[in-house]
């Protein structure tokens, strides 16, 4: 299957600094990436959908100042999670789904699991 | 936001013994997937299932989708220690994807 691959694995900085956390297409193009959050024994929460070269659709109560989502090429997508605090604290994941596709499988990356001090 | 139920939340079984897990949506989807998420890992795609009805298999997996293409159930045949993880349904509301809040499953050897 595809290979979506996502790091940093783990992050752990001081509140007030940003991160950035990269997801990529190694050997397929993403028109679409989907970021997700999931806190400790919870589902995974849609975060914003990336559409290449246009901007991020963000969901209900995500602020887009704060979770900066930039998808510039087929195969990148990446987030930054700025002045992060310690309640953003958590496990994000990106997914991803292949041209012109509305359905079929999505191909999740590693996860990355952010912790802020 | 989320507006896909899963029941049960938690599920212990023995080994060898059943396990089901149900898919509610408040909406009529267009498709639905499944997904199994290891402790400490990322979501897998395990199945899509698009038409009224639908029933398939993998193995001792059987997956189906409600008639009015609203709820879905996976069912495990004879779980094993493997099966452990917590399994997710999913489905699309226009571009964006959404999962269900989740069913973990803990098999007991």
């Known amino acids: 299957g595809a290979v979506v691959s996502q790091h940093p694995s783990w992050v752990i900085c001081k509140s007030g600094t940003s991160v950035k956390i990269e997801c990529r297409s190694l050997?397929?193009?993403?028109?679409?990436m989907f970021w997700y959050r999931q806190f400790p024994k919870q589902s995974l929460m849609l975060m914003a959908t990336?559409?290449?070269?246009?901007?991020?659709?963000?969901e209900q109560g995500v602020e887009k100042d704060k979770f900066l989502i930039n998808h510039a090429s087929l195969t990148l997508s990446t987030l930054t999670v700025t002045s992060a605090h310690p309640e953003d604290s958590s496990f994000y994941i990106c997914?991803?789904?292949?041209?012109?596709?509305?359905?079929?499988?999505?191909?999740f990356g590693e996860g990355s699991r952010l912790t802020v001090l | 936001g989320q507006q896909v139920m899963q029941i049960p939340q938690y599920q212990h079984v023995q080994e060898g013994e059943d396990f089901t897990t149900y898919c509610n949506s408040s909406?009529?989807?267009?498709?639905i997937q499944w997904y199994k998420q290891r402790p400490g890992g990322h979501p897998v795609f395990l199945i899509q299932?698009?038409?009224?009805?639908e029933v398939k298999k993998q193995k001792r997996l059987t997956f189906q989708f409600g008639e009015a293409k609203k709820n879905s159930s996976l069912h495990i045949t004879a779980t094993q220690t493997t099966d452990v993880g917590t399994y997710f349904c999913?489905?699309?509301?226009?571009?964006?994807?959404?999962f269900g809040t989740g069913t973990s499953l803990t098999v007991i050897p």
């Open positions: 999913a489905g699309p509301r226009g571009n964006q994807f959404y």
């Open positions: 050997d397929f193009q993403a028109t679409t």
């Open positions: 997914s991803a789904r292949t041209r012109g596709m509305n359905t079929g499988e999505l191909f």
């Open positions: 299932l698009v038409k009224s009805g």
């Open positions: 990336s559409n290449e070269g246009s901007k991020a659709t963000y």
């Open positions: 909406t009529t989807l267009s498709n």
